[in-house]
């Protein structure tokens, strides 16, 4: 009986090294293949401050268009509250 | 007179075993733990009710023909419950903590020594008379060190369904202890210096990475752990699904309504498991204590490795963060997060806990994997 713990005891060790080391390497494989994948994709995040310079003009166009707008609407109530009173 | 004698027969009263009310007790100590103490009530509620109805005479809820039996064939037997769970949390799960800082997949690996150094103690146990743990045996107990409660329920099916009721019940009581077991070993292994350490904000993570990665984590595991590919490919379903944007009803409802359909009916098979044969032995004990040792082990790796990388990286990392290695999300996170400000009361951990926490459920998964793929089944 001692003899056959024995020998399962042993079995045990070895899948400790063996399992904490493939842990370790899978684990570590995917943080290599993160890495790369951010290289190749996640260019995203500093390129989308780079693409906001641009499209400035655009928001001022646009500001431009809102604050006419936001006059008219205001006109509109107003002119609606001076009717109402 | 005769028929008072027939109806006294089919009284639960008179066929009692001790054995039966004991269990009873047991189920409904989870259910006070679940309803009074908020232990993960979500599964100890099904379960502790679960083990009440087995126990029940006469009405045999638990044995060929009665419907814990079914749940438990269809649900768990095959081991369906645990991989629709699983992808419940991959829905649920957000890797952009993770994606930001990758080396974090290192404290997930770490704190998975707690899974093998207690499949060497649950061999060791067996030099104790009354104990004898097969390597089967021995694996399915040690998986409760991933704090994983699918993980541990799919993995105890497939090895050890003989011990299963008493590995899930350890498995979900330890993961509500997270935030008593954990703090005094975090404060034991770090010095107040470290515990103050503020990191570095995370840099924002794109939808298109968010979407690559879980499709990159299944190749992985295609090419190197097939093993793994049932607990780790639902994961992975679950968080394209998140992920992609176009699929946003089958999102919420793997984190919504499946996952909660699924987790009744998995507590009420778990709970069939409890039935005094099977749980009032001595290898139950052995189990729970053996789920505590390898819960530790974890956290006391996870927090040692995080030091080590705060060591080479000129004192970066904080090393708590290396607790939430083992997985409990996000339970593991709150505590880091918790300890953290106990130090230094304007450090926010929480997200950069984040990323040893779900670095903690693929550990386990894999681990789960290698475990299968190693050790035979009985048969």
Sequence with gaps: MENNIGSILLEAANLLLVGMVSVFL???????????????????????????????????????????????????????????? | MEGLNILWESTGLANFQWAQIVMMLVGLGLLYLAISKKFEPLLLLPIG????????????????????????????????????????????????????????????????????????????????????????????????????????????????PDLLGAIAVAAYSYMALVPIIQP?????????????????????????????FPLMVLMGTILFLPAATPLVGMFCLGNLMRECGVVDRLSKTAQNELINIVTIFLGLSVGSKLSAEEFLTVETLGILALGAVAFAIGTACGVLM???????????????????GVSAVPMAARVVNKVGLEANPHNFLLMHAMGPNVAGVLGSAVAAGILLALVAPPL
């Design chain 2, 49 to 160: 009710f679960g083990a009440v109805l087995t126990n029940i005479p006469v009405a045999g809820l638990a044995e060929p023909g009665g419907l814990l039996y079914y749940t438990y064939q269809i649900g768990i037997g095959s081991g369906i419950f645990p991989l629709l769970i699983f992808m419940g949390v991959g829905a649920m799960t957000d890797f952009g903590a993770l994606i930001a800082n990758p080396k974090m997949l290192l404290l997930g690996a770490a704190a998975q020594t707690g899974i093998f150094a207690t499949l060497f103690g649950a061999i060791l146990l067996n030099f104790i008379p009354g104990f004898d743990f097969t390597l089967a045996d021995a694996s399915a107990i040690a998986i409760i060190g991933g704090a994983d409660g699918p993980t541990a329920i799919f993995l105890a099916s497939k090895l050890a």
């Design chain 2, 306 to 324: 995080a030091k080590l990388m705060s060591k080479l990286s000129g004192g970066k990392i904080n090393p708590l963060i290396g607790a939430a």
């Design chain 2, 184 to 212: 005094p070993i975090m404060k034991a292994l770090t010095n107040e210096k470290e515990r103050k350490i503020v990191m570095e904000q995370l840099r924002p993570v794109s939808a298109k990475e968010k979407m690559i």
């Design chain 1, 26 to 85: 899978f684990l570590g494989l995917l943080i290599v293949c993160i890495n790369l994948m951010s290289k190749l994709v996640g260019g995203d995040a500093p390129a989308s401050t780079s693409v906001k310079t641009p499209s400035r003009t655009r928001n001022v166009q646009k500001n431009v268009k809102d604050d006419k707008v936001v006059a008219a609407i205001s006109a509109a109530v107003h002119q609606y509250r001076q009717d109402h009173k």
